[in-house]
């Protein structure tokens, strides 16, 4: 394909590399001359329409995307059956090469690129963005060394029903989470996941898991525990090796609760900040757990005197109680165990840690929760820390995941129409912006997020794409500097474009009422009827400068007329104009404002131009 211009706009001038979806090329924008990156949809992803779609919706989300980490989308376009991302273009290397060239990598390097990863997809989070599919060969390296996470539009439009084991992810399955693996809803901890995967891969240049079967490594990711990565690299901190541990934890609840908060326990490693708490495996191998709450105790609590009557049906109580535990076997004096903490834990992995225990699990209810996912425990009765006897029952309730509702279609509807039907169905409206369209008339909605279809929470807002109607023809923008400000309005008129603010400054190179700036550079193509801003100066402007200039007139003819021409911050005006001999010197005494051209004119012909 190189050499095929899209959109009469971007020349692919070379392919840079190709994906399990997508084709890349190096590509040169027409209009403003630079150099950007085109990534096309492979053709058995361009054929499926609705992926096309959420294609396209998810990298126009994307696009709205601006931090130094990240690179930045600027265009999304088709060209009969191509579908194509306008990027960035990034000069460097992708971190996967760079760990298979470097790997392992120094502590100090790692935590640095870990850093900016972090910074980076944090934004994003914020934005309401989560990339899904972190893994080095996402993020490049620039040749000094600034991160650059890439593919938030086309990691966003993959899907469960996208998502396979086959050759396409192969390398994506390193990276992935447990909840990924299940097929569960993904948070912004899913993305701290798989950074901790990339942070364990740059520090041991080895991933956490690897099988020979992509399925193997995915169950591997549910079920097994790491390899510590001190065990491989003993250069790596303890500290350093709990922040990889904690990302990579497979309760989701138990990882950082925001790439900000990883970023900032990089951050402290040089300050020697220990790490959150130990737990020991049975191989007394350390791990790094989240942080439990302060276990409770009874020494807080007032004594409260005990009235006869209550005192009497204390000791029934104890009594029956005596009597319980003997009629079943057991002792009051048997094992007791401290109880675990199962909340945020799914059903079926917290029922195997209470049996490990002795202990046996009672649901009592499930309810709705936007904290927790799908059959994750709410709450548990006896809570954490707890001690109980061995056979003990804790009570818990079950999650049912969000209560979600269906996101209407709204695309095609006039805007206020659209307003009124997701409030209806119990949306609200979290941003509307304007794009011109072809397809669509002027306040007709364009596209939507969430898409058609998808689940979200009732009261969640809906952003819309409102179509301004067809694009208008394009000009190209005049140069106006140096021009006085009735001549510049006159040429804005005359290429159909509009009068925007003017600004006066001050200033030594122009002078009173010259342009000295424009808002739009010369040479872009603007739509017709833009309002074009401009810096007027008020002068003093330039003072005049003389410079001698003298040069030898060749023999070739008899006679030449010499004519001397200057451009200066005066305009343009005739300064010599003389016959002289063939051979002769000539000596000229030039004036002239602030920058100056002069062109030399020997019968009529273009001679020599020198800049003053």
């Known amino acids: 394909m190189n050499g095929t211009v899209l959109a009469d706009r971007y020349e692919l001038i070379e392919k840079t590399g190709e994906g399990g979806m997508a084709t890349v090329y190096k590509a040169r924008c027409r209009i403003l001359d630079r150099t950007v990156a085109v990534k096309i949809l492979k053709e058995e992803y361009s054929g499926d329409k609705n992926f096309v779609e959420k294609f396209r919706t998810e990298a126009l989300a994307a696009a709205r995307l601006s931090h130094p980490n990240i690179v930045n989308i600027y265009d999304v376009g088709q060209q009969d059956d191509i579908y194509y991302i306008i990027m960035e273009y990034v000069e460097g290397d992708t971190l996967k090469d760079i760990i298979c060239n470097e790997g392992p990598l120094p502590v100090n390097k790692a935590v640095n690129i870990a850093i900016m990863?972090?910074?980076?997809?944090?934004?994003?989070?914020?934005k309401g963005l989560i990339h899904k599919d972190i893994k080095p060969h996402n993020i490049l390296?620039?040749?000094?060394?600034?991160?650059?996470?890439?593919?938030?539009?086309?990691?966003?439009?993959?899907?469960?029903?996208?998502?396979?084991?086959g050759d396409n992810v192969v390398g994506s399955v390193h990276y992935i989470s447990p909840e990924q693996a299940?097929?569960?809803?993904?948070?912004?901890?899913?993305?701290?996941?798989?950074?901790?995967?990339?942070?364990?891969?740059?520090?041991t240049g080895k991933v956490p898991f690897d099988a020979e079967s992509p399925i193997t490594v995915a169950l591997k990711h549910i079920h097994d525990e790491p390899v510590s990565p001190r065990a491989i690299n003993t250069k790596i901190p303890p500290v350093l090796e709990g922040i990889i541990l904690k990302a990579m934890e497979k309760l989701p609840a138990h990882r950082y609760s925001t790439a900000e908060q990883m970023r900032n326990a990089l951050l402290s490693i040089g300050t020697g900040a220990a790490p959150d708490y130990y737990r020991k495996h049975d191989n007394d191998k350390t791990i790094i757990m989240s942080p439990l709450a302060e276990e409770g105790n009874d020494n807080g609590l007032k004594k409260k005197r005990v009235r006869p009557a209550g005192l009497v049906l204390a000791v029934l109580a104890v009594l029956g109680l005596i009597a319980g535990f003997l009629f079943s076997g057991g002792g009051i004096f048997g094992e007791e165990v401290i109880v675990p903490d199962i909340k945020g834990a799914q059903v079926k992995e917290a029922n195997q840690e209470l049996k490990r225990l002795g202990l046996t699990m009672n649901v009592v209810g499930e309810d709705f929760s936007e904290e927790f996912q799908k059959d994750e425990i709410i709450s548990q009765n006896p809570g954490k820390g707890s001690k109980v006897k061995e056979g003990r029952e804790i009570s818990v309730i079950l999650s049912k995941g969000a209560d979600l509702q269906e996101v209407p279609n709204v695309v095609g509807y006039k805007q206020s129409d659209a307003e009124l039907k997701l409030k209806n169905d119990g949306f609200s409206v979290s941003s509307i912006e304007e794009k011109h369209d072809n397809k669509y008339e002027a306040g007709t909605v364009i596209s939507q997020i969430p898409?058609?279809?998808?689940?979200?929470?009732?009261?969640?807002?809906i952003a819309l794409m409102i179509s301004k109607g067809e694009r208008p023809e394009r000009v190209t923008m005049p140069d106006l500097v140096g021009l006085n400000l009735d001549a510049a309005k006159k040429k804005l008129k005359e290429n159909n474009l509009a009068d925007g603010s003017i600004k006066r400054k001050e200033s030594n190179e122009f002078f009173n009422n010259q342009v000295i700036e424009q808002d739009t550079d010369a040479g872009v193509l603007v739509d017709e009827q833009t309002s074009i801003n401009l810096v007027v100066s008020r002068g003093p402007g330039p003072v005049a400068k003389t410079k001698a200039i003298d040069f030898m007139l060749p023999d070739d003819q008899d006679y030449y007329k010499v004519i001397i021409h200057v451009i200066d911050a005066k305009g343009e005006r005739e300064v010599y104009n003389q016959m002289r001999r063939a051979g002769e010197s000539v000596n000229a005494a030039i004036s002239?404002?602030?920058?100056a051209k002069v062109?030399?004119?020997?019968?009529?012909?273009?001679?020599?131009?020198?800049?003053l």
């Open 451 to 461: 898409l058609a279809g998808e689940k979200a929470k009732e009261g969640a807002g």
């Open 182 to 203: 299940k097929g569960q809803p993904v948070t912004p901890a899913t993305d701290i996941y798989s950074l901790g995967c990339v942070l364990y891969e740059m520090l």
């Open 599 to 611: 062109n030399i004119y020997l019968n009529g012909k273009l001679n020599q131009t020198l800049t």
């Open 141 to 165: 390296i620039t040749k000094n060394g600034m991160v650059k996470v890439a593919d938030f539009g086309i990691a966003q439009a993959i899907t469960s029903n996208t998502i396979t084991f």
């Open 117 to 126: 990863i972090c910074d980076g997809i944090h934004h994003a989070h914020e």
């Open 592 to 595: 002239y404002f602030g920058t």
